[in-house]
């Protein structure tokens, strides 16, 4: 799976960490966005895993 994201590398490792999924991100600085970082990050391992991650991901970034 593919997302491009302007949440930092230190914020995503952070996030993994908590969700305790059994993922790996690469993650690679792609062009800004109106003066914004963005990064690619490709996440990889088994579809439950990933929904695991990506659920944690979707808290973290909606402040819960």
Do not use: D, Q
């Amino acid at each position: 799976m593919k997302i491009i994201t302007s949440i930092p590398p230190e914020e995503l490792k952070t996030i993994l960490k908590k969700s305790n999924a059994a993922v790996k991100l690469e993650i690679k600085e792609v062009e800004p966005f109106h003066g914004m970082p963005r990064y690619e990050v490709i996440i990889k391992g088994s579809k439950e895993e990933i929904e695991k991650f990506m659920e944690k991901l979707r808290l973290a970034r909606a402040g819960g």
